[in-house]
């Protein structure tokens, strides 16, 4: 995918790393006896599969089913508090006072109770202890997860989500609905003037917004439990941030229009829009109750709905496509728009509880992992366009096929963090990004690799954080079915990639999967070049070592004006001759990018150490404001102060047991050295003789390349067995519906289940694909879709 200078929200760039899948290449002797003995293999494999019972299977459907339940649960007490706990007599005078303590009077009791321990902090330490014993939501049904195009939001959405959507705006309909029916039996009055109408409408509106900020906090905190349980990580829970903040914003628009013809009505409306003694409440029985009071709270009002002005418009689609730093940066402004909307309404300090415990977390693990640095292995240039970054990585540290992560490289920018997809496989002592060269930030960074040089300090440090993304080996994702289609526009082909690797290369972490087909489109040929040599050789392979069907489509429909430029040979390794004994010992101590101990079960102790921060904060607040005469913006800042403070300190003290501890030596894995490999120049020579060997040395370098064996110049007859040319087509794109129907066939010939599909590139081949396998789709044989897209 893209990465730019604008911060490009989606992960942008991939790694490619050095592939160790074969133990020997077959000559031409062998290939009867191994074709049969790959068949016998396969036949056994599905054989095992298919008549192996699975020991445990019941018992841990049902400790899955007991999850569910729980969740459930939490999800319909959430419900049933917010439509009726704040409207019946008796929630109001016999529920509430169960909760009423000394420091959190009224309603607070049962709020903190509901919003942050009930749906924050004992729902995150039973579904992490599950999650940390195997144990996970069941598996939903194929039809749950297709994919359906919604006009209004111009987006595909799954069964599943449209439902989580629905049972959102239920709850909300739900709340407003019961509301107006307890001031219709218990407060109204046939004498009811319209400025006390519209205040009702007011509250009630208020009483939406301050629900939807439950929510809206949760899709953007990548480490929330809620994500992890729901396998609905980042890149595919944004959305929901996006449609609910949308709510958000209309709900807070009718609330103020309401407000304002409220005061017009009661003929108040100059006497309150800033702080007045003469201000009077059009809700109290039009006296004058607390004017001072009143009048400030809807000065802050009004000033937290000027000062999200600017968020709302920079959140436009046009600004994160073409002004990205614009809503970027204004996205900060949701910080002071926090603290008025607390001094606008004190209570908002335990609806947002949950969202604000969950994303300060997100924020200090953000924080303490990102501030070691990591050493560049090298930086160069492989095809005209795109930067290749080699990156030190422990072996230990496990990602999954299609996960991301961010980068900083202080060299070409202090401040700019830039999401990168990752394409390799885990296991290696590095990794790296091709990072494609589109905008300002990208375009440094190549300036790097004309003069990167390993042994400046400079060159070589870069930070990153963590690796994130939802699962596609578990639940509906695409690599969880015994078939996998993999559409891929441009550079969007760089997360597949790490599915190809990861089949080739460690198949039997995917050994559901019996056959998969790769399609990559192209504008022009020259990108190919990113990846031919691999690829042709995957062309090359009928079956992998597990014995899944491997089928790679290339296509490149020349729709972009090829620049002379493109097809210029660039070396390889484009770094300056060092001698790295001599350079070691006056290069800086790094650290290679280790793994965190960041199980579900440190998960959850931060989970719960979050929580209990942000309750001890507000507890600190109410007890040193007891019998004080205290202004109500005091008490509200030191609420808000000491919940976020309190929140951030213990999860800083729960990370410094991890994250601060260093477990190994720079430049080292295991006391041995990390050398990167040396790739000769890929430069072609015009002399005849001189070409032949080159194209030799290069089979011979792909061959090493996915293979642990190395090869001796005598071997040139094997080298040039395996010498396969990459097989492209030219000036068409691909015929999707022919290439869904031969899976399809495939799939019904081989007693084939379901069909995962994973789509990422522009919008028409999203919309295409997904289309196509939509109609394709049957009850018996279901295509799961998985799509992303370029932006946020």
């Known amino acids: 995918m893209t990465s730019n200078n604008k911060h490009h929200p989606l992960p942008s760039c991939c790694n490619a790393v050095q592939m160790s899948s074969l133990s020997h290449q077959p000559n031409a002797s062998d290939k009867r006896e191994n074709v049969a003995t790959e068949n016998g293999v396969e036949e056994a494999r599905l054989k095992s599969n298919h008549e192996k019972p699975n020991q445990g299977s019941t018992r841990s459907s049902l400790l899955n089913w007991f999850l569910a339940v729980f969740v459930f649960a939490v999800l319909a007490w959430l419900g049933i508090f917010n439509i009726v706990g704040a409207h019946t007599d008796i929630w109001r005078y016999q529920i509430y006072p169960t909760f009423e303590s000394t420091y959190f009077e009224g309603r607070s009791g049962a709020r903190v109770f509901t ?21 996970h939501l069941p598996t939903p049904k194929p039809c749950l997860v297709r994919s359906y195009h919604l006009f209004l939001t111009g987006e595909y959405w799954t069964i599943f989500e449209i439902c989580m959507l629905a049972l959102f705006v239920g709850m909300q309909i739900a ?22 109408l519209w205040y009702e409408v007011t509250k009630t509106l208020g009483k939406t917004s301050a629900i939807t900020l439950l929510f809206l906090f949760i899709p953007v905190s990548k480490s929330c439990f809620w994500l992890d349980l729901f396998n609905l990580k980042f890149e ?21 229009a309401s407000a304002v013809a409220s005061l017009s009505a009661a003929g108040q409306f100059k006497a309150c829009m800033w702080p007045s003694e003469i201000c009077k409440n059009p809700g109290r029985a039009w006296g004058t109750y607390k004017s001072l009071e009143t009048s400030r709270l809807i000065t802050y009002g009004w000033l937290s709905f000027v000062l999200a002005i600017p968020l709302v418009v920079t959140s436009l689609s046009w600004f994160r496509r073409n002004k990205f730093e614009w809503f970027f940066y204004t996205h900060f402004l949701f910080i002071p728009c926090m603290v008025l909307l607390h001094l606008h309404f004190p209570d908002m300090i335990y609806y947002a509880a949950p969202g604000l415990a969950a994303y300060t977390l997100d924020k200090v693990l953000w924080f303490c992992s990102s501030r070691r640095p990591i050493r560049i292995v090298s930086l160069t240039t492989p095809v005209r366009g795109f930067v290749r970054m080699e990156i030190a990585l422990d072996k230990e540290y496990t990602f999954e096929p299609g996960q991301w992560l961010q980068i900083k490289v202080p060299v070409v920018s202090m401040l700019q963090w830039h999401p990168m997809s990752v394409s390799s496989t885990p296991g290696h002592s590095s990794m790296t990004l091709d990072i ?34 939802s699962s596609h080996m578990k639940m509906q994702g695409y690599l969880n079915h015994s078939a996998v289609l993999m559409f891929a526009g441009g550079c969007a082909v760089t997360p597949m990639m790490s599915a190809i690797r990861m089949l080739v290369e460690k198949g ?105 921060g942000y309750l001890l904060g507000v507890f600190l607040a109410n007890y040193c404001a007891l019998n004080k005469i205290w202004r109500h913006e005091y008490v509200s800042l030191l609420q808000l102060f000491l919940a976020v403070f309190f929140d951030a300190l213990l999860v800083t003290i729960g990370m410094s047991f991890s994250l601060f501890r260093h477990h190994g030596a720079s430049y080292s894995t295991n006391g041995k050295e990390v050398c990167h490999r040396e790739v000769p120049p890929t430069t072609t020579s015009s002399h005849p003789l001189r070409a032949k060997r080159d194209k030799q040395d290069s089979s011979k370098r792909v061959y090493q390349q996915f293979s642990s064996v190395s090869l001796d110049d005598g071997d040139a007859d094997s080298v040039e067995n395996i010498d396969h040319e990459l097989s492209v087509e030219l ?62």
């Open 436 to 469: 494609k060269v589109v905008g300002d930030w990208t375009r440094g960074l190549e300036s790097l690799a004309t003069r990167f040089d390993p042994a400046q300090y400079s060159h070589t440090c870069i930070f990153m954080d963590q690796f994130h993304g």
């Open 236 to 256: 595919r829970a944004i959305k929901f941030h996006r449609w609910l903040a949308w709510f958000l914003v209309l709900t807070v628009v009718v609330h103020a």
């Open 508 to 612: 039997e972490s995917l050994s559901k999967v019996r056959r998969a087909v790769l399609v990559w489109i192209v504008r022009k040929q020259s990108v190919v070049d990113l990846y031919r040599q691999e690829l042709a050789y995957y062309q090359s392979l009928s079956k992998t070592k597990t014995g899944c069907e491997l089928e790679v489509i290339v296509h490149a429909t020349l729709s972009e004006e090829e620049v002379e430029t493109d097809f210029v040979a660039v070396n390889v390794d484009s770094a300056p001759a060092t001698n790295s004994t001599a350079t070691a010992s006056r290069r800086r101590r790094q650290w290679s990018f280790q793994q965190s101990v960041m199980g579900y079960g440190h998960l959850l102790v931060l989970t719960v150490g979050a929580g209990g």
């Open 115 to 135: 919003f942050l321990g009930v749906y924050y902090m004992i729902a995150g330490a039973v579904s992490l202890s599950c999650l940390g014993l195997g144990i």
């Open 175 to 196: 709340v407003i609905i019961t509301r107006a029916a307890n001031k219709y039996y218990n407060d109204w009055v046939p004498t009811w003037h319209a400025a006390k």
């Open 731 to 792: 000036g068409c794109r691909p015929n999707i519906e022919k290439i869904v129907g031969d899976m399809k066939e495939w799939c019904k010939n081989n007693n084939c289940s379901s069909v995962g599909v994973s789509v990422c590139g522009p919008d028409q081949l999203i919309k295409h694909v997904t289309t196509t396998c939509q109609e394709a789709s049957t009850s018996s044989l279901p295509f799961v879709v998985n799509e992303e897209r370029f932006e946020w």
